[in-house]
């Protein structure tokens, strides 16, 4: 069973003074988040690519599992705000993923794309900003005309609250060819959204552009569960995903702390993780792929939060 490190959790799971995010479908306890205390060191995150899955116009809400099978994840999200080192309210999370078996909702008859090969990260003439310009130009070609439907599973955006902190309730990520096991996010300010619970994704300032990554003892935990074995695609290891090394670079953390919710992963799994951003910082979304305006999920939320 995978166990968190004493070092790790007390700086997450710790203070009666801290915020605190129920689960109530595990119905077990409230686990408390100190943020300011779990991001002991104010580090920026890395800029990655976007990837060729990313849709425009996400629903507003933050339960996105919809109907998919798989491992229960409610991944807490703290945005921190470099220029202070202060945890960032109203900065708009979106988030998206593949599903158990490695596709994406909106992308479902669409072939996986292969990232190109990059040297290893250790390779001080091949900076970050040049692996994400690589995967840039093959995110541009395999974006044209890909999108396939108008699903809307594993994808959706929401607010940090007035602590920096936003909970998803999700699942745990399938594989698929050519990369790691990870979970893409972006973060915004000064977001608008449309009276039909949709994000208006190029309307504010994009802050950061990142991917989240799992130690491999959990992913081998979770792919051993019945809903990941029909999975057709060859999986990568995280030591040979150049992107996870671009993002784990610099020193920025792009692994969640996780804590198991029961006795095995199957009883779901809570997972933390701070992302630095400097709101001075710019960056741009290539990928042009939108979701239909008028769509609407399962999960989407009534809340209609003040754009900031």
């Known amino acids: 069973m995978y166990t968190l490190s004493l070092s790790r959790l007390s700086l997450g799971l710790l203070a009666l003074s801290s915020l ?3 689960h109530p479908e595990d119905d077990k306890a409230d686990h ?3 943020l300011a205390r779990r ?9 990655v690519t976007e990837g060729p899955y990313f849709i ?26 470099i220029r202070t080192c202060q945890p960032l309210p109203r900065a708009l999370v979106e988030i998206w993923s593949c599903n158990s078996t490695g596709f994406y909702s909106s992308f479902t008859t669409a072939p996986p794309a ?8 250790t390779d001080p003439l091949y900076t970050n900003s040049a692996i994400r310009s690589a995967i840039i130009e ?13 699903l809307t599973w594993l994808r959706g955006a929401y607010p940090t609250n007035d602590n920096g902190m936003v909970e998803f309730k999700t699942k745990y990520p399938g ?13 915004t300010t000064n977001w608008t959204y449309l009276t039909n619970g949709t994000v208006v994704s190029k309307s504010g300032n994009t802050r950061h552009i990142g991917q989240i990554f799992f130690d491999e003892e959990l992913n ?12 057709t695609q060859v999986r990568l290891e995280n030591y040979r995903d150049g992107i996870l090394s671009a993002q784990n670079s610099h020193g920025h953390n792009a692994f969640v702390d996780p804590v198991m919710l029961g006795e095995s992963v199957e009883d779901g799994i809570l997972a933390y993780i701070t992302i630095g951003v400097d709101t001075g910082f710019e960056t741009s979304i290539y990928t042009n792929n939108t979701g239909e305006p008028t769509k609407t999920a399962p999960g989407s939320s009534p809340l209609r939060p003040r754009a900031t």
């Open 138 to 150: 093959l995110d541009l070609s395999n974006t044209t005309g890909r999108k396939t439907d108008e």
């Open 56 to 81: 425009q116009n996400e629903l507003l809400r933050n339960d996105i599992r919809e109907d998919q099978p798989g491992v229960d994840l409610f991944l807490d999200i703290g945005v921190i705000d």
């Open 20 to 22: 605190t995010i129920a």
């Open 220 to 231: 081998d935990q979770v792919l051993a569960t019945a809903a990941y074995q029909n999975s």
């Open 32 to 34: 408390p988040y100190d």
């Open 39 to 47: 991001q002991n060191t104010c580090i920026v995150a890395p800029e």
């Open 175 to 187: 594989y698929y060819s050519g990369r790691a096991i990870h979970i893409h996010t972006i973060v």
């Open 114 to 121: 292969v990232p190109p090969a990059l040297p290893a990260s």
